[in-house]
């Protein structure tokens, strides 16, 4: 059974960093790119960062290019995101998900909250 | 990078069918045939419904379809049922690169 379990969200305040962490299990982590998308309390979806499966190409949402950094570690099974600068807006369940194919998401992780704010 | 637009709410009866649209423009939707359509129930983590505009991986009912025509793709749910509640979200590649979700749509079976 395909697992990804995501840890390291909290309760930080504004313009400190946090670094999420993604472990998986059940598949062939460097067979595939990962994302990462959050959701805001009562919000919709957002995807906010993409890498490919060796780690040589990343992809940024508008709102959190220059802030964040997507990362992953092959030896480990494990996809990071380093969030900088937090603002109060990426408070969110941050949720890391597997790509079978451009745009094709699936598992999906249980997510960890990230709480921003003073 | 803005969200793909999606009709804040729909609503249907027990049985019949409901279409979800999701509209977006020539550098996501009408780009690519990359759109991928997810459920997302109360507290629970999103699930895949549709990939590739009109796929549906295994398990998904077949009363799931999807389709796209220019800059607006669509979700049907035919014979609809008490646990289709709930909402959903499109989302599609872009020529940038990246990804996009829709605004979501929250079902309401009647």
């Known amino acids: 059974e395909e697992q990804l379990v995501e840890s390291g969200g909290g309760l930080v305040e504004p313009g400190r960093s946090l670094r999420l962490s993604c472990v998986v299990s059940?598949?062939?982590?460097?067979?595939?790119?990962m994302h990462w998308v959050r959701q805001g309390p009562g919000k919709g979806l957002e995807w906010v960062s993409g890498?490919?499966?060796?780690?040589?190409?990343?992809g940024y949402a508008d709102s959190v290019r220059g802030r964040f950094t997507i990362s992953r570690d092959n030896a480990k099974n494990s996809l990071y995101l380093q969030m900088n600068s937090l603002r109060v807006e990426d408070t969110a369940f941050y949720y890391c998900?597997?790509?079978?194919?451009?745009?094709?998401?699936?598992?999906w992780g249980l997510g960890t909250l990230v709480i921003v704010s003073s | 990078q803005s969200a793909l637009t999606q009709p804040a709410s729909v609503s249907g009866s027990l049985g019949q069918s409901i279409t979800i649209s999701c509209t977006g423009s020539?550098?996501?939707?009408?780009?690519?045939?990359?759109v991928s359509w997810f459920q997302q129930h109360p507290g629970k983590v999103p699930k895949l419904m549709i990939f590739?505009?009109?796929h549906r991986p295994s398990g998904v009912s077949h009363r799931f379809s999807g389709s796209k025509s220019g800059n607006t793709a669509s979700l049907t749910i035919s014979g609809l049922q008490a646990e289709d509640e709930a909402d959903y979200y499109c989302?599609?590649?872009?020529?940038?690169?990246?990804?996009?979700f829709g605004t979501g749509t929250k079902v309401t079976v009647l």
């Open positions: 890498i490919n499966w060796n780690g040589a190409s990343q």
């Open positions: 059940g598949f062939t982590f460097d067979d595939y790119a």
């Open positions: 998900t597997k790509a079978r194919s451009l745009n094709y998401f699936d598992p």
């Open positions: 989302s599609s590649y872009t020529t940038f690169s990246t990804s996009v």
């Open positions: 590739d505009v009109s």
């Open positions: 020539i550098s996501d939707v009408g780009a690519f045939n990359y």
